[in-house]
């Protein structure tokens, strides 16, 4: 067996450590470790064996001591990971990390060791994404397919260092049945779907954070390439560098790339608010769909003289939306856009380009001569009906009244008890403080109406839950 398995680290050219925790439950930000167990295998063929139980500090739930056997008892008198940490690390050094899952184990290890404040990092293997590339014939390969599959025993299941021997087996087993280029190719293979282009920090992908948050890839110069955001920053960021990405622009980054940051936020609903602005503010060179959105325009309906038409016009949302007497009908990022679209909607609802404003010629519209218009600009049809008939064309577009009497904060929270609170006025994105004492206090920076800002919020408003909502009624004057 300690042959099959220097031949597989000889392949990787790699001194290997088979990894297998069991752990309070599955996130590694609430939850902690309670067992280690590792298997380290030399190109030599030297091999060791190490495993402890781990204190966590917290009560074992009743369902995961079922699963592994390891109740409170048991971990009353084991050493915390604390006390553990450097033999792990000396264990660990310079070899490579192999897992069931990786992300899962290594994934614990680093958050426990950030909670000591340690930094660490390795390059990982996982032998679930290994198999699937060797076999990719069979639709399981969890731990205990593959135990069946290769007829693989196993002393202790769902204890650690029990299950750190079955991936010795396993890697024993494809080291003696496959052709060793063909593992060789595939294991490299499995290796480089984490690998980042070679000008970046080969530790990227284990100091990327996998939350919600905005990432920003820099270039020659510090130039400021794409800013983009995600729920996990880790898969976004790591999804450009693929090397199968077959998109040209994913391409062209991943060759200009020279550094990258991130910001974390409490959710997705920052990384949302802080990438529309970031995008506006900083002008990025590679982002197109939210850096031009300057300005916005609507279509105005407001009063007109008794018996007219009501009044359309085209006008930029900031210089109306404070009225109260205007009703607004669609944005627009240009004033064309608005005016070809209020003509499409006039032809198709035979609606009276005059008197909808297209159209400046004395006397009757051109459509009326034509048989499209019902002839309010002469007369022939109510202005009552045809306000109507305009209003139900563009009820579908109607932008919504702010519907709270001053600024609002929406609360979000993430699993580590970090609050943001996102503020806003008038369907404006004012900024994110974390307290609700600073709500009052943030300055209005007269931001003008962002029409990308007013999607996203009434969209969430509609899904999010009242309780999450603070309201901050403005101040009485005098």
Same mark, same amino acid.
């Given at each position: 067996?300690?042959?099959?398995?220097?031949?597989?680290?000889?392949?990787?050219?790699?001194?290997?450590?088979?990894?297998?925790?069991?752990?309070?439950?599955?996130?590694?930000?609430?939850?902690?470790?309670?067992?280690?167990?590792?298997?380290?295998?030399?190109?030599?063929?030297?091999?060791?064996?190490?495993?402890?139980?781990?204190?966590?500090?917290?009560?074992?739930?009743?369902?995961?001591?079922?699963?592994?056997?390891?109740?409170?008892?048991?971990?009353?008198?084991?050493?915390?990971?604390?006390? +553990?940490?450097?033999?792990?690390?000396?264990?660990?050094?310079?070899?490579?990390?192999?897992?069931?899952?990786?992300?899962?184990?290594?994934?614990?290890?680093?958050?426990?060791?950030?909670?000591?404040?340690?930094?660490?990092?390795?390059?990982?293997?996982?032998?679930?994404?290994?198999?699937?590339?060797?076999?990719?014939?069979?639709?399981?390969?969890?731990?205990?397919?593959?135990?069946?599959?290769?007829?693989?025993?196993?002393?202790?299941?769902?204890?650690?260092?029990?299950?750190?021997?079955?991936?010795?087996?396993?890697?024993?087993?494809?080291?003696?049945?496959?052709?060793?280029?063909?593992?060789?190719?595939?294991?490299?293979?499995?290796?480089?779907?984490?690998?980042?282009?070679?000008?970046?920090?080969?530790?990227?992908?284990?100091?990327?954070?996998?939350?919600?948050?905005?990432?920003?890839?820099?270039?020659?110069?510090?130039?400021?390439?794409?800013?983009?955001?995600?729920?996990?920053?880790?898969?976004?960021?790591?999804?450009?560098?693929?090397?199968?990405?077959?998109?040209?622009?994913?391409? +062209?980054?991943?060759?200009? +790339?020279?550094?990258?940051?991130?910001?974390?936020?409490?959710?997705?609903?920052?990384?949302?608010?802080?990438?529309?602005?970031?995008?506006?503010?900083?002008?990025?060179?590679?982002?197109?769909?939210?850096?031009?959105?300057?300005?916005?325009?609507?279509?105005?309906?407001?009063?007109?003289?008794?018996?007219?038409?009501?009044?359309?016009?085209?006008?930029?949302?900031?210089?109306?939306?404070?009225?109260?007497?205007?009703?607004?009908?669609?944005?627009?990022?240009?004033?064309?856009?608005?005016?070809?679209?209020?003509?499409?909607?006039?032809?198709?609802?035979?609606?009276?380009?005059?008197?909808?404003?297209?159209?400046?010629?004395?006397?009757?519209?051109?459509?009326?001569?034509?048989?499209?218009?019902?002839?309010?600009?002469?007369?022939?049809?109510?202005?009552?009906?045809?306000?109507?008939?305009?209003?139900?064309?563009?009820?579908?577009?109607?932008?919504?009244?702010?519907?709270?009497?001053?600024?609002?904060?929406?609360?979000?929270?993430?699993?580590?008890?970090?609050?943001?609170?996102?503020?806003?006025?008038?369907?404006?994105?004012?900024?994110? +403080?974390?307290?609700?004492?600073?709500?009052?206090?943030?300055?209005?920076?007269?931001?003008?109406?962002?029409?990308?800002?007013?999607?996203?919020?009434?969209?969430?408003?509609?899904?999010?839950?009242?309780?999450?909502?603070?309201?901050?009624?403005?101040?009485?004057?005098?």
């Amino acid at each position: 067996m300690s042959d099959s398995m220097a031949s597989f680290a000889q392949l990787l050219d790699r001194d290997l450590v088979c990894v297998d925790l069991e752990t309070t439950g599955g996130n590694a930000g609430w939850h902690r470790i309670m067992e280690i167990g590792l298997v380290t295998v030399d190109r030599d063929g030297s091999l060791s064996e190490w495993s402890t139980l781990v204190n966590p500090g917290v009560r074992v739930p009743a369902s995961i001591a079922r699963f592994t056997g390891i109740d409170d008892e048991m971990l009353t008198d084991a050493p915390t990971f604390e006390s +553990v940490h450097r033999e792990l690390l000396e264990r660990l050094d310079g070899r490579l990390f192999i897992a069931h899952n990786a992300r899962f184990d290594y994934g614990f290890i680093k958050a426990e060791l950030r909670r000591l404040d340690v930094s660490w990092s390795a390059r990982t293997l996982c032998t679930v994404k290994l198999s699937r590339r060797l076999y990719p014939q069979y639709p399981r390969h969890n731990l205990d397919a593959l135990i069946e599959r290769h007829k693989l025993g196993c002393e202790a299941r769902h204890r650690a260092l029990g299950d750190a021997r079955v991936l010795r087996d396993l890697l024993s087993v494809y080291a003696r049945e496959l052709e060793p280029d063909y593992l060789s190719r595939v294991a490299q293979t499995v290796l480089a779907e984490v690998a980042v282009p070679a000008q970046l920090p080969t530790d990227l992908p284990d100091e990327l954070p996998e939350s919600p948050g905005v990432y920003r890839f820099f270039g020659e110069g510090n130039a400021l390439l794409y800013v983009g955001k995600s729920k996990n920053l880790r898969a976004r960021v790591l999804a450009h560098f693929n090397a199968s990405a077959s998109h040209s622009r994913e391409r +062209v980054l991943a060759t200009q +790339v020279r550094r990258v940051e991130w910001e974390e936020t409490a959710g997705e609903l920052g990384a949302l608010l802080r990438e529309a602005r970031a995008v506006k503010v900083e002008s990025p060179l590679h982002n197109r769909r939210l850096r031009d959105a300057k300005s916005s325009f609507t279509l105005s309906l407001s009063p007109a003289a008794t018996g007219q038409p009501v009044r359309v016009t085209i006008d930029e949302l900031t210089a109306v939306e404070a009225r109260a007497d205007v009703e607004l009908y669609g944005v627009f990022r240009r004033e064309r856009d608005a005016k070809q679209a209020l003509e499409q909607i006039a032809r198709a609802q035979n609606l009276c380009l005059k008197a909808v404003g297209l159209e400046q010629t004395p006397g009757s519209c051109f459509g009326f001569q034509l048989g499209r218009c019902r002839g309010v600009c002469v007369g022939k049809e109510p202005t009552l009906l045809h306000d109507t008939r305009l209003r139900l064309a563009l009820s579908a577009s109607r932008l919504k009244s702010w519907p709270y009497a001053g600024r609002i904060a929406i609360r979000e929270c993430d699993w580590k008890g970090s609050v943001d609170l996102h503020v806003f006025d008038q369907w404006r994105y004012l900024g994110t +403080v974390h307290q609700v004492s600073d709500i009052a206090e943030l300055v209005d920076p007269k931001m003008s109406f962002d029409i990308d800002v007013y999607r996203l919020l009434t969209r969430h408003l509609a899904e999010v839950s009242a309780d999450s909502i603070i309201q901050v009624l403005p101040c009485k004057q005098g």
